[in-house]
């Protein structure tokens, strides 16, 4: 577990909570690791400089070509392989109410 947060009060976006209690400078300063990080963080990879790696976007809503839905597919698999690790411990800290409904940021 690299990241924990208080839970506050009203509803608030997983990566605004981070910006707020400057996660993003801490991820930048420190030294390099690779965090796999669910979409709800994505834009904070350019932030970090790669440190904070998401699922891949979707360029095409609409309309995309066939090579394109196969790759994307591909990369978010790839992505989703790697990360169950992280949903497990976070599942596993919450089970034994070690950790409650917050924002956490994990790493592998």
């Known amino acids: 577990m690299l990241f924990c947060s208080r839970v506050r009060p009203g509803s608030s976006a997983d990566v605004t909570q981070a910006r707020q209690l ?3 400078e801490l ?3 420190g030294p390099f690791m690779e ?3 669910d979409a709800g963080y994505q834009g904070m990879g350019a932030q970090t400089g790669g440190r904070v790696v998401t699922p891949p976007h979707r360029k095409f809503k609409k309309n995309a070509p066939a090579w394109y839905e196969e790759r994307h ?3 978010r698999k790839a992505h989703s392989s790697r990360r169950i690790r992280v949903e497990h411990g ?3 800290l919450k089970n034994w109410r070690a950790l409650p409904a917050t924002s956490a940021v994990a790493s592998t």
Do not use: F, G, K, R
Request: avoid cysteine; charge should be negative; proline fraction near 0%.
């Open 35 to 37: 965090i796999l990080a």
């Open 22 to 24: 400057a996660l993003v």
């Open 90 to 92: 976070i599942a596993h």
């Open 73 to 75: 597919e591909h990369h």
């Open 27 to 29: 991820l930048t300063d």
